[in-house]
């Protein structure tokens, strides 16, 4: 059974920082390309963040500069580091993994921001 848990959201006031953390397990992880994504109240979701199977970075403009995505294959975990918050920044963020036939959602880990 495949599991991708988040956790590490929480309320933040603007210009703070949070680190959330998904643990994967039932995957073979190093296999993966692993996102963040996020969906505001009203909005579609979009993607945040992305890291491949080599490491490789990728983020939307909105958090480039701010936010950092990382992986430890050992843990079989994904990072995603949010510093300088917004209040715009205020959504559920969702953990992804993908490969060419297979893509698993988690369920997701709240994150306010506001003062």
């Known amino acids: 059974q495949v599991q991708l848990v988040e956790s590490g959201g929480g309320l933040v006031q603007p210009g703070g920082s949070l680190r959330l953390s998904c643990a994967a397990s039932g995957i073979i992880f190093s296999m993966y390309r692993m996102g963040w994504y996020r969906q505001a109240p009203g909005k579609q979701r979009e993607l945040v963040a992305t890291?491949?199977?080599?490491?490789?970075?990728a983020y939307a403009d909105s958090v480039k500069g701010r936010f950092t995505i990382s992986r430890d294959n050992a843990k079989t975990t994904v990072y995603l580091q949010m510093n300088s918050l917004k209040p715009e920044d205020t959504a559920v963020y969702y953990c992804?993994?993908?490969?060419?036939?297979?893509?698993?959602w988690g369920q997701g880990t709240q994150v306010t921001v506001s003062s």
């Open positions: 890291i491949t199977r080599g490491g490789s970075t």
């Open positions: 992804n993994a993908n490969s060419a036939v297979r893509d698993f």
